[in-house]
């Protein structure tokens, strides 16, 4: 990369991060920080969510579905169970989001089954998202490696660094406008190398449908009605992805508190509704990339022998012009950016409101809000130390899986587990906390089985949740059956 590539990287992080500042002014307490004041308007929410789950995953990680050989946009088709998934949210889900003042999703399960329940919850998210952002931060690191030639710690502690200063200063008011920011800046750079890539297949678009057309990469649709196949098919897209869409969507941390922070119930749907389609858009331009960098690689070996995370990235070092080398690198920070700025924040809310409110509410407002900021920034460091680790695991394991793969896998794992309890809470309304303590074990013994099974893992959100709502059901009939307590009310 040249001085003229390196200034545009530098503009971008220095820029973001005293936004994230200036932003963090006027805050003075934690309603403020986490919540910005229900002051948010719908559009910067809408952008938010996208960005949010647009990771570096999506960057590097999707376009190398369609690269590698035998890839195609079968992995487009878990956008449409994300569209229905989103929708099952707004109907079930978020009514009960705007009944009283919230600060995180959890508080709805003490409401519903109590304390211990709302805590249990926490941990899940607290483990689970720290530990799929800290991946996503390691893909960035590879990024940075491929373009800077830097060596990995340093690449991880830079993007770390970075995204911990704007994240603590500014607090989600800081996360949702960079956002936008970050938005545009990584859907620029996606058309950008789209359209380069284009240009630079010797015969332009019509070698590149005619590639397409003869690899099979055009491919949409499979039906394959089989549990255990890899890969994506029509009914994993749609009925795995819906429910890994409704539990992702509606009860996990990360993206419940942009909800949280929007003015009404209805500009939270609103948001949330068309996040969805945006989404489908996103994953089709990534996979088109994917098919043009093999076009591109089959016509010219430009690409040469690398990992499929490796693919685009390679492009763009090799391949794209000073200026276009730094936007790039930019549009890669600032989707990994936007997505652990969030987690960071997110995760400390959750901290603060399940598990240490009653010392919070002893404190002044002003201490109360150092003590979030400095536990954003202990987030940040247990993400990178995730992101060191995995660095030694893919350093050794050659045929380690795509890191989109492994996020979806730990995703589908516990938010299953979560979105098992809002539903047992919605359809068997008089079941109670031991119940549901009972039913989560049993959910967690059975998710934790299926991983040494071949079933595909977009499946596992609705083996987790189902298990949790049927021993449930089978516990609280057992229960009143035999005259014992079991209380609750509906969410």
């Given at each position: 990369m ?15 991060t ?6 963090g ?8 920080y ?23 995953v ?30 099952g ?5 978020l ?8 600060l ?12 211990t ?8 998210f607290l ?9 996503r931060l390691?893909?960035t ?8 030639g ?5 690449c ?7 995204t ?17 920011i ?23 678009w ?15 649709f ?13 009914w994993?897209?749609l009925?795995?992805?819906g429910?890994?869409?409704l539990?992702?969507?509606?009860v ?23 996040s ?8 089709a ?10 076009c ?16 685009f ?16 690198l930019?549009?890669v ?5 936007s ?6 924040n ?9 598990w240490?409110a009653?010392y919070?509410?002893t ?22 130390c ?5 660095f030694?695991w893919?350093?050794?394991d ?7 793969d492994?996020?979806?896998?730990i ?32 959910g967690?013994a059975?998710a ?5 099974t071949?079933?595909n893992?977009f ?18 009939a057992?229960h ?10 509906s969410?």
């Open positions: 040249g001085w003229l590539d390196a200034l545009v990287v530098l503009v971008y992080l220095v820029g973001t005293a936004l994230g500042v200036v932003l002014r006027g805050q003075t307490s934690n309603r403020d986490f919540l910005g004041g229900h002051r948010l308007p719908t559009w910067a929410l809408l952008v938010s969510i996208v960005a949010t789950e647009t990771s570096t999506t960057f590097l990680s999707v376009p190398g579905k369609s690269f590698v050989a035998g890839g195609n946009f079968t992995f487009l088709q878990i956008a449409i169970g994300y569209i229905v998934g989103r929708f949210v707004i109907l079930f889900l009514p009960g989001y705007f009944r009283g003042e919230t995180t999703a959890y508080h709805v399960l003490e409401q519903r089954f109590g304390r329940t709302r805590r249990l919850a926490s941990l899940v483990l689970t998202r720290n530990l799929a952002d800290g991946l390691f893909l690191a590879i990024a940075l490696n491929i373009a800077l830097l060596p990995m710690v340093p991880i502690v830079i993007t770390t660094v970075a911990a200063i704007y994240s603590c200063a500014g607090g989600v008011r800081s996360v949702v406008w960079n956002d936008c970050q938005f545009a800046v990584y859907m620029l750079g996606a058309i950008v190398a789209a359209g380069l890539l284009l240009s630079l297949i010797p015969g332009g019509h070698e590149l449908s005619t590639f397409g057309t003869a690899t099979r990469r055009w491919q949409f499979d039906f394959n009605p089989s549990l255990t196949t890899p890969g994506m098919t029509f994993v897209g009925i795995g992805g429910f890994l869409s539990a992702s969507h509606g996990d941390q990360l993206v419940v508190q942009r909800y949280l922070c929007a003015r009404s119930r209805a500009a939270a749907g609103w948001a949330l509704g068309l969805g389609f945006i989404v489908f858009a996103q994953f331009l990534f996979l088109f990339i994917g098919v043009a960098l093999a591109f690689d089959a016509a010219t070996g430009g690409i040469g022998a690398v990992k499929h995370d490796q693919a990235m390679t492009f763009v070092v090799g391949h794209m012009g000073t200026g276009l080398k730094g936007l790039i930019a549009a920070l600032s989707a990994a950016m997505t652990v700025a969030s987690s960071l997110s995760s400390a809310s959750s901290l603060v409101s399940d240490i009653p919070v509410a404190l002044e407002e002003r201490k109360a809000l150092r003590l979030s900021r400095w536990l954003t920034l202990g987030f940040a460091t247990v993400q990178g995730v992101a060191l680790g995995a030694e893919w350093r050794r050659t045929q380690a899986l795509a890191i989109v492994l996020v979806l896998i995703a589908g794992f516990a938010i299953g587990l979560l979105l098992g309890l809002y539903a047992l809470g919605l359809l068997i309304p008089r079941a109670g906390e031991r119940v549901a303590l009972l039913a989560f074990g049993v967690v059975v934790t089985s299926m991983l040494w071949p079933l893992p499946w596992y959100t609705l083996v987790g949740s189902c298990t949790i709502v049927i021993v449930g059901a089978v516990l609280d057992m009143r059956k035999m005259k014992l307590p079991s209380s609750g009310d969410i």
